[in-house]
């Protein structure tokens, strides 16, 4: 992954623009409490990740991504998948 944590911030903030409406939310928001994040939008979002990443999540991954609840928490599960190879 060629993106900085600024640039994933970013395309995140769009996703969640575009494919959510979800405006401007705060990289700390509790995405779930906040702004009626469900898991259909969660499976919505991997997609999205799987295409910033260049591939294919394992099961694992994905129910790695569960907990995840914040943007801030998204960029640190990202950040750890394209690390650890993804």
């Known amino acids: 992954m060629a ?7 970013r395309e995140l903030l769009r996703i969640f623009e575009e494919n959510f409406e979800i405006d401007h939310p705060g990289l700390d ?7 009626e994040f469900d898991s259909i939008d969660a499976i919505e ?5 799987e295409r910033i990443l260049g591939v294919s999540l394992s099961q694992e991954e994905k129910k ?3 907990g995840v ?6 960029c640190d599960y990202v950040e750890s998948l394209a690390g650890a190879g993804a």
Request: aromatic share 0%; net charge negative; no cysteine.
């Open 3 to 9: 993106l900085s944590r600024e640039d994933l911030q």
């Open 29 to 35: 928001d509790d995405l779930r409490d906040e702004h």
């Open 45 to 49: 979002l991997l997609s999205e990740i």
């Open 64 to 66: 790695q991504a569960m």
């Open 69 to 74: 609840r914040t943007i801030n928490q998204i």
